[in-house]
């Protein structure tokens, strides 16, 4: 079956513009997650959403940063004003609510890779 | 707070050898810990988890043990072929209270070579 897509795959934008990365996850999936790799490091997670919950937003570095999830379905990553620490390749990923059963295995799409110049 | 660190690389070892990437964490609470894979051009994917001390993931000739006292979670493989490089992540999911909400280590990028 379809996997989680995201596009674009690559962003080239200029400092101060506003981008939006779009993800759809795969169907069914109550959950989705964004996460930004920088280049070189580790995965750092920005926000969380879960059904109809508030969605966790712990990770977002600044106010520049926010997303949007309509439903279960399509979620829209959006960074303002962007800076050029702010290239990275920005991963979503999205899991199945299954209390007690793989509840946490989670799957990643392959990625907008982010270049602010 | 929680963390996870795992050996930096590149590691890189011809085909047929053993494979050992550390990986040691920090965390509160009782994690679930998991091995995610990269290969290249693709997006990552997991490899294995353990959800509870002493449990052993294993999957595609992978295994790693979850090492309560040690706090370790290293990924082991006996015979590596050329199609196991890859980036490889640990990670654990970062507190009890916050479902799935996976922190990664750094990545080990590994090279086999012919």
């Known amino acids: 079956g379809a996997g989680v897509s995201q596009s674009p795959s690559n962003k080239v934008t200029e400092k101060g513009k506003d981008v939006e990365l779009r993800c759809d996850p795969i169907?069914?999936?109550?959950?989705l997650y964004w996460y930004r790799q920088r280049l070189g490091q580790g995965l750092e997670f920005l926000i969380y959403?879960?059904?109809?919950?508030?969605?966790?937003k712990s990770g977002l570095p600044s106010d520049r940063f926010s997303a949007e999830r309509t439903g279960e379905s399509v979620s829209t990553l959006t960074i303002q004003r962007t800076q050029q620490e702010d290239s990275a390749v920005y991963l979503c990923?999205?899991?199945?609510?299954?209390?007690?059963?793989?509840?946490?295995?989670?799957?990643f799409g392959p990625g907008t890779r982010l270049t602010v110049t | 707070g929680n963390s996870v660190t795992q050996m930096e690389g590149p590691v890189t070892l011809s085909e047929e050898a053993f494979l050992t990437i550390n990986c040691t964490y920090t965390?509160?609470?009782?994690?679930?810990l998991f091995w995610y894979v990269q290969y290249p051009g693709e997006g990552l994917q997991l490899l294995l988890k353990?959800?509870?001390?002493?449990d052993k993931g294993s999957n595609k000739g992978f295994e790693a043990t979850y090492r309560k006292e040690t706090t370790s979670f290293h990924l082991e493989k006996g015979s590596v072929q050329v199609s196991d490089s890859a980036v490889y992540f640990c990670?654990?999911?970062?507190?009890?209270?916050?479902?799935?909400?996976?922190?990664f280590g750094a990545g080990t990028q590994v090279v086999v070579t012919p």
């Open positions: 990923a999205s899991s199945p609510y299954q209390a007690g059963k793989d509840a946490y295995e989670q799957y």
């Open positions: 990670a654990l999911d970062r507190t009890t209270d916050s479902w799935g909400k996976l922190q």
């Open positions: 959403f879960q059904g109809n919950s508030a969605p966790d």
């Open positions: 965390a509160t609470g009782y994690p679930s």
């Open positions: 353990a959800t509870k001390a002493d």
């Open positions: 169907s069914g999936h109550t959950a």
